[in-house]
């Protein structure tokens, strides 16, 4: 979180603090330490330094569920390696929700969409590199092939994992920042969920201009 020094005043005292508020006020490290770990670790710590900045207010805060990357990981892994459950369908995670200035919202799960149906979609698909297909409606939709060693078998096996970025901010907040922010998140989950075909994740994702 990025730390201003102004004037704050708590109830009549008023003074100097290195705080977004009053001087008694927990940094957001110290009030959503999973989120704020979580959200570090997805994006990168430079990259939420600057999101936190487009979006910097005195009422800046966490507010998706306290899931840990490890929590995610064996979320992921076991919906892979489990038969599919058509009536409950795959789980959506929400790993990073920060409000303040705006919002910037990202989601993560298996894609309800096929390969096959994401490669024959083509008004709303294009493919970026051979395992990665984007969607710019907005929100943006990034899909790519993840590959589970031991994922279960059957018509619909778990291949494509989908990452969802949203914000809704100041111009400030760059289709490029937001590629960058896509892109990140796309490739801490590979790394983590170890995908055994080893996708390739390109900076560029051909985004329109």
């Known amino acids: ?20 508020g009053c001087a008694d006020e927990k940094p957001l490290s ?8 979580t959200c570090n670790a997805l994006f990168g710590a430079a990259n939420m ?5 487009i979006l910097d207010s ?9 899931l840990s990357v490890d929590q ?14 058509k009536r409950k369908g795959f789980d959506a995670y929400d790993v990073c929700t920060l409000s303040g200035n ?3 919202d990202a989601t993560v799960g298996w894609a ?23 969607s710019e409606t907005s929100p943006i939709h990034l899909v790519f092939r993840c590959e589970i060693k031991g994922a279960a078998s059957g018509p619909h096996v778990q291949v ?26 796309a490739r801490a989950l590979r790394d983590e969920l170890a995908c055994t075909n080893k996708p390739d994740i390109p900076d560029d994702l051909q985004l329109s201009k």
């Open 1 to 20: 979180m990025r730390f201003l020094t102004r004037i704050a005043w708590c109830g009549t005292v008023a003074g100097l603090v290195l705080s977004t």
């Open 30 to 37: 110290e009030k959503y330490p999973t989120q704020w770990t």
């Open 49 to 53: 330094e600057s999101l936190r900045g």
């Open 58 to 66: 005195d009422d800046l805060k966490f507010t998706n569920p306290t």
């Open 72 to 85: 995610v990981k064996k979320g992921l892994t076991k919906e892979a390696i489990s038969p599919y459950d």
């Open 102 to 104: 705006g919002t910037f």
């Open 112 to 134: 309800a969409d096929t390969l096959k149906a994401v490669q024959t979609y083509t008004d709303r698909w294009h493919q970026a590199s051979t395992d990665v297909y984007v």
């Open 160 to 185: 494509l994992l989908e990452v969802r970025t949203w914000e809704n901010t100041t111009n400030s907040f760059t289709k490029e920042f937001h590629q960058k922010l896509s892109v990140n998140l």
